[in-house]
């Protein structure tokens, strides 16, 4: 079955309507304003530059404000997700969480972490992430069985 699409021409609207028709843009021309206003002065309008012109008109662009989210929080966690990096996850309370990020949204992380239940993790109670290798380390001298403290007896004279 062949099926055709009716669609009423624009041009033959905007005649009804009367609006001119511009090189086929569809677009209502406006009228260019004068060069000089009535009392012989540059119109502020058509050159900013001139001397007339109010503070405001024809000033340069502002620079465009950089976007409000540059997607840097979710490219990091994307690369540590898929390279399943152990992280240190510090929480308000300072308690440390430890594990792989295996998901995360707007509001949340899950943890995957080893021999301890999953945990989810709200964002607003994360303090700061870091990776697990970067975390400093703690050495602690464990004495060997040559350097086991000797004991010695002390005396304590007791006063009656």
Request: hydrophobic share 30%.
């Amino acid at each position: 079955m062949n099926r055709k699409l009716i669609r009423p021409n624009l041009s033959e609207l905007k005649d009804k309507l009367g609006i001119p028709a511009k090189g086929g843009g569809g677009e209502a021309m406006t009228p260019v304003p004068p060069s000089l206003t009535p009392s012989g002065e540059p119109n502020p309008v058509v050159n900013p530059s001139a001397a007339t012109a109010p503070q405001g008109l024809g000033s340069p662009r502002r620079k465009i404000a950089p976007p409000e989210q540059t997607n840097a929080e979710s490219f990091y966690y994307l690369k540590q997700m898929q390279s399943k990096t152990p992280m240190v996850i510090v929480l308000q309370d300072d308690e440390k969480v430890r594990g792989v990020i295996e998901w995360y949204d707007k509001h949340c992380l899950k943890i995957n972490r080893v021999k301890e239940p999953n945990v989810l993790v709200p964002k607003h109670n994360i303090k700061y992430i870091y990776k697990q290798e970067e975390e400093p380390r703690i050495r602690r001298s464990r004495p060997s069985k040559k350097e086991e403290p000797l004991t010695t007896e002390v005396e304590i004279a007791a006063y009656d």
